[in-house]
C-alpha cells in the first residue's frame, strides 16, 4: 500500500522559508513522478511543482517560480519542496501526490496523480 507522509508545516511571518517533505513507502519511490498541491480555504486545489521520476525535469505554478524548489532524494523515498520569500497568499494545506503510471515527467493535472498524503498545514502571518 502507497502510503505519502508530508511533514515541515506551520507558522512563519511573511518573508520567511519552510522546507516541506513528503516520505513515501509502499512502492519503488524513484520510478515515478512527484508534486505538491495546496488548497486554501474556500478555494480549489491548485497545481504548485511536479518533479519528474529521475529529477531530471521540474515545474512550477507561476506563483512559485523563482521562491519554490522542488527536489528529491531517492535514496530517503522523500521529495521536498523549499519555500521562500513566503507571502500570506501561501497560506493552505499543502499535498504531495504520485503518479499512477512510472517514468512520467510530471504533471500540472490533479488527476494524474493516484496517490496522495494527508497534508501539512503552511500559515504565514502578514
Known amino acids: 500500500q502507497v502510503q505519502l507522509v508530508e511533514s515541515g508545516g506551520g507558522l512563519v511571518q511573511a518573508g520567511g522559508s519552510l522546507r516541506l517533505s513528503c516520505a513515501a513507502s509502499?512502492?519503488?519511490?524513484?520510478?515515478?513522478?512527484m508534486g505538491w498541491f495546496r488548497q486554501a480555504p474556500g478555494k480549489e486545489r491548485e497545481f504548485v511543482a511536479a518533479?519528474?521520476?529521475?529529477?531530471?525535469?521540474?515545474y512550477y505554478a507561476d506563483s512559485a517560480k523563482g521562491r519554490f524548489t522542488i527536489s528529491r532524494d531517492n535514496a530517503k523515498n522523500t521529495v521536498y519542496l523549499q519555500m521562500n520569500r513566503l507571502k500570506p497568499e501561501d497560506t493552505a494545506v499543502y499535498y504531495c501526490?504520485?503518479?499512477?503510471?512510472?517514468?512520467?515527467?510530471?504533471?500540472?493535472?490533479?488527476?494524474?496523480?493516484?496517490?496522495w498524503g494527508q497534508g501539512t498545514q503552511v500559515t504565514v502571518s502578514s
Open positions: 501526490a504520485t503518479t499512477l503510471s512510472t517514468y512520467t515527467s510530471g504533471s500540472y493535472y490533479s488527476d494524474e496523480y493516484k496517490y
Open positions: 509502499g512502492r519503488t519511490f524513484s520510478s515515478y513522478a
Open positions: 518533479i519528474s521520476w529521475s529529477g531530471g525535469s521540474t
